[in-house]
């Protein structure tokens, strides 16, 4: 595991400090929390991940995570970056991907470009194609923090309003925890089973107990997290992490015992870590992913009316795409996942 000064790195990284780096990420307009140290920090607790790499070159910078595959392959996840927009920058940083491909025997590297995000080109040395699927979505809605609390409620769906008061109606209260070990063992328990149970009931997949442990233990220390939780009676019955990086808070993770669906907690659980995140001085409200408008059908349809209920505005990402290192295998890999 590695320190909260130091990544992973080999002789061809440049950059191992994580004052640098920061400087480098927090100086750009796009950089955002999943291209920063502690974001990558964590992501070496995780013993499906394995590696991060911190690269810069100039004001270009790029977080790349070793993503473990069978059989002792792998690929290369980079979440929203590289940051950045000076081409002679970004080719360099592209050449540090590749070498680092060559070393660990990576198939391919997943970009997943921030906002303006210039063209890449990066047909100079291995093939690219555009992904089918990234981990951080495309589509998001992003909240005014500047605005009032009155101004921020006024902008919202009437419906989001008044699920808030009703869920102040029937009792619900929140609580905030900014440090893990402040955490009641069993309330937290009680978090980690109810996001099971979200996860069952709207078919999406969820991470081991000990990736949220590890979310909150490595980013509380530096103030950049929180766990929000709601209560009826006593009982937990709903939550939701949110995570802090510049200018932005960002709602991580979230579940709610549809036991208690008429309670509405969930709208005032959000209520609460918004007005907190705009007493913190965050400028923006990231809820971190909703269906694209023209999408039928699509499995977030119900969570983005939730999330559209609060207001705000679209944003879009650039659509990911894969640089391929050992074409034979990727093809292959994508014949199997097919099958």
């Not at 997290?225 to 979230?254: E, P, Q, W």
Request: aromatic share 14%; hydrophobic share 35%.
């Amino acid at each position: 595991m590695c320190t909260q000064d130091k990544l992973r790195y080999t002789p061809i990284i440049n950059t191992h400090d994580k004052t640098i780096y920061e400087n480098c990420i927090k100086s750009q307009p796009t950089g955002n929390f999943f291209q920063s140290w502690d974001f990558g920090v964590f992501q070496e607790t995780l013993p499906y991940r394995g590696k991060v790499w911190a690269l810069t070159h100039g004001k270009s910078a790029c977080l790349a995570i070793k993503m473990k595959l069978p059989l002792g392959f792998c690929w290369l996840w980079v979440p929203y970056g590289p940051i950045g927009s000076e081409k002679g920058e970004l080719d360099k940083v592209f050449g540090d991907l590749g070498k680092i491909a060559g070393e660990e025997g990576a198939i391919f590297a997943r970009i997943e470009p921030p906002l303006d995000s210039p063209a890449i080109p990066l047909a100079q040395k291995w093939p690219i194609t555009p992904s089918g699927k990234r981990f951080t979505p495309e589509h998001t809605l992003v909240l005014d923090l500047d605005k009032s609390e009155q101004e921020i409620l006024a902008q919202m769906k009437p419906k989001g309003r008044y699920n808030i008061n009703i869920a102040k109606k029937h009792g619900v209260t929140c609580a905030v925890f900014c440090k893990f070990e402040d955490i009641p063992a069993q309330d937290f328990n009680s978090f980690y089973e109810i996001l099971q149970k979200t996860a069952q009931r709207d078919t999406f997949g969820i991470h081991p107990k000990y990736f949220y442990e590890n979310l909150l233990k490595t980013l509380s220390p530096q103030n950049a997290c929180a766990l929000f939780l709601a209560y009826s009676g006593g009982k937990v019955v709903a939550g939701i992490i949110t995570v802090y990086y510049k200018d932005t808070a960002t709602y991580y993770f979230g579940a709610s015992n549809h036991e208690y669906r008429s309670l509405m907690a969930p709208y005032l659980l959000q209520w609460e870590a918004i007005c907190d995140a705009k007493k913190r001085g965050f400028k923006h409200y990231d809820f971190l992913g909703i269906a694209p408008s023209e999408a039928k059908n699509h499995p977030w349809a119900g969570v983005t009316d939730f999330k559209k209920k609060f207001g705000g505005g679209e944003v879009q990402y650039p659509p990911a795409f894969d640089i391929i290192y050992r074409p034979f295998l990727f093809k292959l890999m994508n014949v199997l996942k097919r099958a």
